[in-house]
């Protein structure tokens, strides 16, 4: 799938949950690999905060992101909109150090970018493909995040809390075309036994009953509700009855525990790329939650590039019979079996490395390696392959070497492995030359690299 961002830009106005503030919004188109950022126009210089893991600065009743001096808040409602509807690329603009609240979800967001439009760009998305289980838990609060592989980015969310109205509740989502419809309308949530903490901290001045979810499940005096009721601008309640104080009726019976899934998307988004993974969370929270988008980030900043999914019983995009018809090369020199993915940007070729190679014989006898220098050339091949591809009478052209950048070897490849060679089009192809960064895997680890520059010449 190709990266996308918004057709047009679109503006919400609210007042902020913990400012009070009459805030403004924007959402703007950005070009490919941008990811999310977010502007302070009320600040002089306009400074930018790009909306990443490592820049989460505090996590109490939401996600703060902050660069220096700069802080921006409770974001997490419009970037859950952002990344459930498939945006890779957006700049945002606001006039304050907090989103507006809006009714407490995500909804409004989603429907503004429904009226924008959203548009396919040129790059292909980047995917983060979960392997390997991860998993973080907070001992103090029984929290515990449990991150598997999955075909898609779904959820399955837990939460409990000591209270006779949500003791446990439980959300699901499967697909993220499941958010629009399930998740997006649920609203953020707070007990009345909260609402006075909070407010010394400083915290929800522009909460109401219009913007959360009010629970009231612990008797207080009537005093003491009214004064919390005329702190926060809302009729006075009956002390006696215990229940929700809103007279909206709930979107759903467990809000509260679609309104924390919509949370972790948020909070998600914070790794940079759409996630292919199944997410398990009990008791899920921001810190939490930031803590697991925090590993997931080291984890791509030590992987330039994820290693290729295979799967041996998928059907192959070609096969050795279509190769030999692209590529010139013969026994022993033909360097790829077949290719399991190909897009107009890359593509992936596969060789299995077998005891009967022909350079095992002097390379070394008793310790057989394969020679750098051959996993240079089966790259460059899986390369030639995708140029030609693109031609309409490949047969007739071959693919040459001009240069050779960076290679690095990091690993011996021995009979038994199987070589994943992922390799890029770094740059448009012109005049038939193609430069192209190539990299090959054995399991998860990077065996060798190399930068190449070819140009595709017609065969006399």
Same mark, same amino acid.
């Given at each position: 799938?190709?990266?996308?961002?918004? $057709?047009?830009?679109?503006?919400?106005?609210?007042?902020?949950?913990?400012?009070?503030?009459?805030?403004?919004?924007?959402?703007?188109?950005?070009?490919?690999?941008?990811?999310?950022?977010?502007?302070?126009?009320?600040?002089?210089?306009? +400074?930018?905060?790009?909306?990443? /893991?490592?820049?989460?600065?505090?996590? $109490?009743?939401?996600?703060?992101?902050?660069?220096?001096?700069?802080?921006?808040?409770?974001?997490?409602?419009?970037?859950?909109?952002?990344? /459930?509807?498939?945006?890779?690329?957006?700049?945002?603009?606001?006039?304050?150090?907090?989103?507006?609240?809006?009714?407490?979800?995500?909804? /409004?967001?989603?429907?503004?970018?429904?009226?924008?439009?959203?548009?396919?760009?040129?790059?292909?998305?980047?995917?983060?493909?979960?392997?390997?289980?991860?998993?973080?838990?907070?001992?103090?609060?029984?929290?515990?995040?449990?991150?598997?592989?999955?075909?898609?980015?779904?959820?399955?969310?837990?939460?409990?809390?000591?209270?006779?109205?949500?003791?446990? $509740?439980?959300?699901?989502?499967?697909?993220?075309?499941?958010?629009?419809?399930?998740?997006?309308?649920?609203?953020?949530?707070?007990?009345?036994?909260?609402?006075?903490?909070?407010?010394?901290?400083?915290?929800?001045?522009?909460?109401?009953?219009?913007? /959360?979810?009010?629970?009231?499940?612990?008797? *207080?005096?009537?005093?003491?509700?009214?004064?919390?009721?005329?702190?926060?601008?809302?009729?006075?309640?009956?002390?006696?009855?215990?229940?929700? *104080?809103?007279?909206?009726?709930?979107?759903?019976?467990?809000?509260?525990?679609?309104?924390?899934?919509?949370?972790?998307?948020?909070?998600?988004?914070?790794?940079?790329? +759409?996630?292919?993974?199944?997410?398990?969370?009990?008791?899920?929270?921001?810190?939490?939650?930031?803590?697991?988008? @925090?590993?997931?980030?080291?984890?791509?900043?030590?992987?330039?590039? $994820?290693?290729?999914?295979?799967?041996?019983?998928?059907?192959?995009?070609?096969?050795?019979?279509?190769?030999?018809?692209?590529?010139?090369? @013969?026994?022993?020199?033909?360097?790829?079996?077949?290719?399991?993915?190909?897009?107009?940007?890359?593509?992936?070729?596969?060789?299995?490395?077998?005891?009967?190679?022909?350079?095992?014989?002097?390379?070394?006898?008793?310790?057989?390696?394969?020679?750098?220098?051959?996993?240079?050339?089966?790259?460059?091949?899986?390369?030639?392959?995708?140029?030609?591809?693109?031609?309409?009478?490949?047969?007739?052209?071959?693919?040459?070497?001009?240069?050779?950048?960076?290679?690095?070897?990091?690993?011996?490849?021995?009979?038994?492995?199987?070589?994943?060679?992922?390799?890029?089009?770094?740059?448009?192809?012109?005049?038939?030359?193609?430069?192209?960064?190539?990299?090959?895997?054995?399991?998860?680890?990077?065996?060798?690299?190399?930068?190449?520059?070819?140009?595709?010449?017609?065969?006399?």
């Amino acid at each position: 799938m190709k990266q996308r961002t918004l $057709q047009n830009s679109f503006t919400l106005q609210g007042i902020g949950l913990h400012t009070g503030l009459d805030i403004v919004v924007t959402f703007n188109p950005a070009p490919v690999d941008h990811g999310y950022k977010i502007r302070r126009l009320d600040l002089e210089d306009q +400074p930018v905060i790009d909306a990443l /893991a490592e820049h989460v600065v505090n996590t $109490q009743r939401g996600t703060v992101l902050g660069k220096g001096d700069v802080t921006v808040s409770t974001i997490e409602h419009g970037l859950s909109a952002l990344y /459930a509807l498939g945006i890779d690329n957006c700049l945002i603009d606001v006039n304050a150090s907090e989103f507006p609240i809006l009714d407490g979800s995500a909804i /409004a967001y989603v429907r503004e970018i429904r009226k924008a439009g959203v548009v396919e760009q040129e790059k292909d998305k980047d995917y983060y493909i979960v392997r390997n289980k991860m998993e973080v838990t907070d001992p103090e609060t029984g929290s515990k995040l449990t991150l598997l592989p999955d075909d898609a980015f779904c959820i399955n969310s837990f939460i409990e809390f000591d209270s006779h109205y949500i003791p446990n $509740q439980s959300a699901s989502m499967d697909s993220m075309t499941d958010f629009e419809k399930e998740i997006a309308s649920s609203r953020t949530f707070v007990f009345v036994r909260e609402i006075q903490q909070l407010r010394k901290a400083g915290l929800i001045k522009g909460g109401n009953l219009d913007n /959360a979810i009010v629970i009231y499940e612990r008797k *207080l005096t009537q005093k003491e509700l009214n004064d919390i009721a005329d702190e926060i601008g809302v009729p006075h309640h009956n002390a006696e009855e215990l229940g929700y *104080l809103n007279h909206r009726k709930l979107a759903f019976p467990n809000e509260p525990a679609r309104h924390k899934l919509l949370d972790i998307i948020g909070d998600m988004s914070l790794t940079g790329k +759409p996630i292919k993974g199944r997410l398990i969370a009990h008791k899920p929270g921001h810190k939490i939650n930031n803590q697991l988008a @925090r590993m997931i980030r080291k984890d791509i900043k030590l992987n330039e590039v $994820q290693p290729p999914v295979y799967d041996v019983k998928m059907e192959p995009v070609m096969d050795n019979i279509r190769i030999r018809e692209l590529l010139p090369h @013969r026994y022993p020199f033909l360097m790829v079996d077949k290719v399991i993915q190909m897009t107009d940007t890359f593509i992936v070729g596969v060789k299995n490395i077998t005891t009967n190679e022909p350079y095992f014989t002097g390379h070394f006898p008793q310790e057989p390696v394969m020679p750098g220098v051959l996993q240079v050339e089966a790259m460059a091949q899986t390369g030639g392959l995708l140029v030609l591809a693109k031609l309409d009478e490949p047969e007739r052209y071959s693919t040459y070497f001009l240069k050779i950048d960076n290679v690095k070897f990091r690993h011996k490849v021995v009979p038994g492995d199987t070589i994943l060679f992922r390799v890029e089009l770094t740059s448009e192809m012109r005049r038939g030359i193609a430069t192209m960064r190539g990299l090959a895997f054995i399991g998860d680890k990077v065996v060798s690299e190399a930068d190449f520059t070819a140009q595709i010449i017609k065969n006399k």
